[in-house]
């Protein structure tokens, strides 16, 4: 038997419970994980409490993250005793997720830990620090270099926004941080932004051009956010968009890109190939300072799972949340 937690949709509604599960409901897989941490991602936040349809079958074991060491395996690149992570592929949407004490699924979509981190750092940086670090990697894809000028990063107290606030600012960026809780400053200070702007000036619908500013910038909010922020980069930069915090939509105009030339440059870790995914986690290990993760990070246990997925989606979640699962 092993805890998990499962969301069941039937007559009697949608919920998620803490339950005792025996091992031979797990799906079906060529490698079994024992489950060490979890975390709780915006994405989670979303599937347990049902508020969008990101599970798309049921029961589901929600948890788009996992740490773990493997306990049997038929896959080739993997042996028993193996400390590996496992972030997106659709585990907790379509296949069972990392919010368990165990996890069989398909050993192509596992990435062995980097010896540079422990269990509960790697879970620190997840699957929102793991698209951190693909945004960055899409910013120096397009050219942008710390010396062309300064990185806006929005949701910049969040999981995806406090890591690239800390890798950027590692490599030389001049970060400003956009958020709705001015009074973190002295957080996001610490890991790394150079100057903080209040969420306000970016949510409300704006004119299709501004005053060219950023260089660069990482948006985790989407709709007048995301446009505002094309209308006010410089010629020629570049966004790397990976979220809807803010909404869906995208309320912009075309003038940014032919008339400024700027790169709208979308991230998807959740299908991401398997050596980007590599890279990505090469990269964390270089360039993210231990000190700063061990600021972002903090531990609850699967008990508190629940009220915290409802507090994840309100935005009043600093940094990440580690799961210890057991
Ligand atoms: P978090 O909840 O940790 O952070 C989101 C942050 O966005 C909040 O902390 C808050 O920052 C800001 N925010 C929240 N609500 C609003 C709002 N209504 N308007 C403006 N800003 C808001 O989430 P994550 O960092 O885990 O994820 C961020 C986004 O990125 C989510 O939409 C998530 O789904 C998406 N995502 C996408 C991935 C992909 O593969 N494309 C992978 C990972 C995440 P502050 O308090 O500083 O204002």
């Not at 994980?33 to 029961?59: E, M, Q």
Request: charged share 25%.
């Amino acid at each position: 038997m092993f805890k998990a937690l499962l969301i069941e949709k039937d007559d009697a509604g949608y919920r998620a419970e803490l339950k005792e599960l025996d091992e031979s409901r797990l799906p079906e897989g060529d490698t079994l994980i024992r489950v060490s941490h979890s975390t709780l991602n915006y994405k989670d936040g979303l599937a347990i409490t049902g508020r969008s349809p990101v599970v798309r079958k049921f029961p589901m074991v929600p948890g788009i993250d996992l740490v773990g060491i493997v306990e049997e395996t038929a896959h080739p690149d993997y042996r028993v005793g193996d400390a590996v992570v496992l972030n997106g592929w659709g585990v907790g949407e379509t296949h069972w997720g990392g919010l368990a004490q165990k996890a069989r699924l398909n050993g192509d979509w596992l990435v062995p830990l980097p010896a540079e981190f422990t269990p509960r750092q790697a879970m620190a940086i997840g699957t929102a620090g793991y698209t951190a670090m693909l945004c960055v990697m899409a910013l120096e894809r397009h050219g942008v270099e710390p010396e062309d000028g300064e990185i806006l990063v929005t949701g910049a107290a969040g999981g995806v926004g406090s890591v690239a606030i800390a890798v950027l600012a590692k490599l030389g960026y001049r970060v400003v941080a956009v958020t709705g809780r001015t009074e973190d400053a002295d957080y996001l200070e610490r890991l790394g932004a150079a100057e903080i702007l209040e969420r306000s000036q970016f949510s409300s619908p704006g004119k299709p051009l501004g005053k060219e500013r950023w260089a660069g910038a990482v948006d985790v909010v989407g709709s007048h956010t995301l446009a505002n922020v094309c209308a006010t980069l410089q010629r020629g930069g570049v966004v790397a968009a990976c979220g809807l915090a803010g909404g869906m939509d995208f309320p912009a105009t075309v003038a940014p890109f032919i008339l400024r030339g700027v790169t709208l440059a979308g991230i998807d870790s959740v299908m991401c190939p398997r050596p980007l995914r590599i890279e990505a986690w090469r990269r964390l290990a270089r360039d993210l300072d231990l000190d700063k993760l061990d600021a972002i990070g903090h531990e609850i246990g699967l008990g508190e799972v629940i009220p915290t997925a409802t507090r994840i989606l309100e935005g009043r979640i600093r940094g990440r949340v580690i799961v210890d699962v057991d």
